[in-house]
T-cell receptor
């Protein structure tokens, strides 16, 4: 059974801090790993990673994948209160589960002013 | 594009009643996904369709749950009979064949079964 585990489950920081969120996975026929941000509504897409060692970056957010060690990290630098959200990691498998995403339980990030 | 549309946004019902959730995917998208989210279990994939055909329903909890996609622009998730443990937020998402990883989520239906 495909499995995605995120850590920490929750994190409280102050504005300006840098945070690192972790995602480890065990899936059959790995195809890609995705990060989503969920505020009070639906998840919104952040990054998709398919290759090891290549950093994806968007503003203060960046992410990297290690396919050998089966994990990914999401970094947020100079955090702002607007970064407060649940961050979800998901892995897409191939083969007969083509298209299916398995989600981790999420990391709840709270950024205080 | 209006994005993925779900209705109703909120539903409160009594145990034993039938509940029908509706979803209109983004026009042109080939894949449609139904998810359930709870505090205890996080976000779970229930079922997904490709070109209106159910591909994987292994996440459907039990026979009380059923999903249909009669055409490319409409899908339903039905719970009959509903139970309090079905209370959750149900999301519908869609994606395009050329970018299957990027799923666009609807606003969700918050279901409360009393």
């Amino acid at each position: 059974e495909d499995k995605v585990v995120q850590s920490p489950l929750s994190l409280v920081v102050h504005e300006g801090d840098t945070v690192t969120l972790n995602c480890s996975y065990e899936v059959t026929n790995f195809r890609s790993l995705l990060w989503y941000k969920q505020e009070k509504k639906a998840p919104t897409f952040l990054f998709m990673l398919t290759s090891s060692g290549i950093e994806k970056k968007s503003g203060r957010l960046s992410s990297i994948l290690d396919k050998k060690e089966l994990f990914s990290i999401l970094n947020i630098t100079a955090t702002q209160t607007g970064d407060s959200a649940i961050y979800l990691c998901a892995v897409r498998a191939g083969g007969t589960s083509y298209g299916k995403l398995t989600f981790g339980q999420g990391t709840i990030l709270t950024v205080h002013p | 594009d209006a994005g993925v549309i779900q209705s109703p946004r909120h539903e409160v019902t009594e145990m034993g009643q039938e509940v029908t959730l509706r979803c209109k995917p983004i026009s042109g998208h080939d894949y449609l996904f139904w998810y359930r989210q709870t505090m205890m279990r996080g976000l779970e994939l229930l079922i997904y369709f490709n070109n209106n055909v159910p591909i994987d329903d292994s996440g459907m909890p039990e026979d009380r749950f059923s999903a249909k996609m009669p055409n490319a622009s409409f899908s339903t998730l039905k719970i009959q009979p509903s139970e309090p443990r079905d209370s959750a937020v149900y999301f519908c998402a869609s994606s395009h064949l050329d970018s299957q990883e990027t799923q666009y989520f609807g606003p969700g239906t918050r279901l409360l079964v009393l």
